[in-house]
């Protein structure tokens, strides 16, 4: 599982479920006030920094920053049209792996499988969490990539439309913006079933046995009353999975073929914000890494809402729960 | 509260609709059960396809990996292969000790400042802790290419520091940081109020009651949080991969540029040189190993703690 | 049809003709993971009256109450033994699927429980719509058929579309009453349904359940032994036996078990002496 996720579900609850006794003054105190303080500090840096390093860019090229596709090394102009399309592309065709796969999963972990084998899937599905990105990288451009290129994409290409979804060019890919989709859905499936799984746990036992002493069949309790009651909640884990596609970096930078291009085409090579700075970042200087900060404000701005959203989300489905 | 209802007849519909309903549930019966089990077949079929990169990444891992490892990979410094010696590949022993020099001083920088934010934000409730708890779930959850860009432009561009392990500590612990935090504040608010009320109704002070008291029976959340937040640190890669330099050397120094087992992979996987692609395997396998015996060890010692709670 | 026949109880039993049968247990028993909960469960409902389980808490009221829609099914390692004959038929071992047995023997829980993501309308219909009636003429009758025999359906007739959770928690109650009751269930069994609820609200699930008797029949689980009196016909006392497994010590009218009781613990705590 997710550890930060659910620890992030499981603070909302234990803060608001315990009050502290005020603690007076002591030199106790001040060290843990300036350890906050520090905090507070560091987080401002981290976004003043960015930001700040960013400024040069935003002032003088912000246009062609988010409107044109061209990037020129050294000395630009830099556009990152392909790269926010390239995230967008490769996160939401990952989520719709990540939701399908992980929702009948969670399903599956929460009614199906057998208590005692419980504990075994969750730790299961928890390891693939820790698992180093770098190394889903790896396992993707060393395994699935040649594999893809030599069996996948051709088949793919012999379908109706392929010309128009994959862009069926003659040459052969093995990396790929859809082999960093597959792979980046992966890679989000331990979050998005790690929220899910407590969302759904938590629908009230009685509401299912209602519905089943009504006739229901076990899919139609999951179906009309689990999940509706869920509803929320299971969006704030979609909302979290996605953010937490969109700012995934190595995998993406290994396997989706480090190229800058605005193609929507599913087997042609292409890139994402975070993976098009970690692989430009070395070879950059002045006006490049400028322009690679403020793909950064870009990531981080669009990782934050989505991750605000997905809080708001979880804590109202908290809210909808304390009322059923 | 209204009056007691007038109870009217008890109305039931009439009976040509009771049939009807009658007889559309029985002949909608078999298909609604067929469907429950198809779509409860589908729900497994899921699981077992979540599974499949489990297993299929792990079983390749070992396949692959544990035939690279021998002493010379862990002792010796990596060499280029060359046409007469392709595949002389070296070993990876300044990645290691660039890891552990790296996890080292990024828990040396997040370990204490983390927990005493913790405990901070469970001993107060005021705004600022409530903002500060907001930031470090959302800094929890950011994608850690952006302490690399944070570290680059505070410590290697603005300090002047240049592309050093310090540098790549730094980004890691920003990483740990928020992780350290919610762990800690979780764990802290978790000790039961009654005994810091026991403790202040002993007479001691606020402070005594949080070291002595509060912090030893929240040491188990709080130590299980530091190693899950040290098991991710030692996997990243984005951040360190813009500040640290990749050295070639093993230096433990916190001003040298470094290399880390992460690095090493993300740059030899794109090698053109077989050897080396083949190597990656086995300095991934270490990794991984690696860190799931960080994050068991984080998950057992955490249940068998709560175990001897209950 | 099942014939007609006396209670097979080692009690004494009292001459009185009995109505025709709906639900037969014999020798009911059911364990969690080998621990038996309860058992010895050996009586008759009868149709149209209103049977009360009545006994101390762990006695195993709830437990056996489920057993009769076999909600126990889904519970790991629960095991229900002995026979539940409903209309001539082993609900267990005979040909009847669970999902149809569940539809004509419903249930009403403890917590007022409509589904929190539909209307006062949806949650009417919502067992019409689990076994595949669409036809819009249809659930209306139903719903409206159905609210008016809980007694609701003049308060809510003008805001169906709202969702249930705005009614007030014995308005729940009785929406979930008439959410059972669009099925129109045989038997309707009841888990202690007015103990979240105010007096008032109480009194009137009462005065509901009388009236219903014609139409269902009504096996209750309840803690207050007024309400018991009140309204059931018949009356079942479990108790836990030495190994702490619930088990039926006697089954009566709720006449004689209140006023003429055969075993002394029956009498003891109907008059409140322990429990
Ligand atoms: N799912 C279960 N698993 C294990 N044991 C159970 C389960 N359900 C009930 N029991 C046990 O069965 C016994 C009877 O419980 P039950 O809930 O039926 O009692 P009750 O008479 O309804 O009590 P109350 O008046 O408090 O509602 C108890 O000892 C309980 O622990
Ligand atoms: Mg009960």
Redesign the interface.
Known sequence: MDPVAVDILKSEEVVAGNTPAATPRSWYSNVLVVAAVLFAAVSVGFVGSIFWSSLPTWVHHGGTLLTSSAWVSPAGPFGGLSMITGTFETSIIALVIAVIIGLGTSISIVFFIPRRFRTVVATLVELLAAIPSVVYGLWGLLVIAPWMEVTVNPWLNKWPFAKTIFGNSGQEFGTSLLLASIVLGIMILPTFVAISREVIAVVPQDLQEASLSLGATRWQMIREVVLPTAKIGLFGATFLALARATGETVAVALVAGSVANAQFHLLYPGTSIAAWIATEFGESQGTEISALMALGVILMLLNVGLALISRALVSRQRKVLARV | MTDLIELEEPTEPSTSSREEIRRISDNARARRVVTSRIMVALCGVALLIAAVPLVALLYQLIDKGAGQLNLDFFTKLPQTPTLIAPNATGGISNAIVGTIALTLYASILAIPVGVLVGVYLAETNSKFATTLRVIAQTMAGAPSILMGLFAFSFIVHDLNVGFTAIAGSFALAVLMLPVIIISTEIAVRNVPNSLREAGLALGAKPHMVSTKVVLPSAVTGIVTGVILAISRAVGETAPVLLVIGGGFTNSWQPFNPVSAMPLAIFENAKSEWPSQRAQVWGIALVLVAFVFVLSLTARIWASRKQQVRN | MTEIQAVPTTQVVTPRVRGPIEMQLKNVAVSFHGRTAVRDCTFDVEKNRVTSLIGPSGSGKTTLLRAL?R?HD?T?GAKVSGQIILEGTDIYRGNL?V??L??RV??V???P?P????SIYDNAV????????K?KS?LD??A??SL??A?LWDSVSSRLKVAA?NLSGGEQQRL?IA??LA??PEVLLMDEPTSALDP?AT??IE??MT??K??VTVVIVTHNMQQAARISDDCAFLLMGEDRAGELIEFDTTEKIFNNPVDSRTLDYTLGRFG
């Open positions: 829609n909600l889904l790991p699927t999902t149809e569940r539809t419903g249930m829980f403890q917590r429980n589904f929190p993501t539909m919502s067992g019409l719509r689990f076994n595949g009636i036809k249809l009758e139903a409206e058929s008016r025999s007694a959770s979930c959410r059972a099925l129109e008032v009194l009137r005065e509901l009236s219903l014609s139409r």
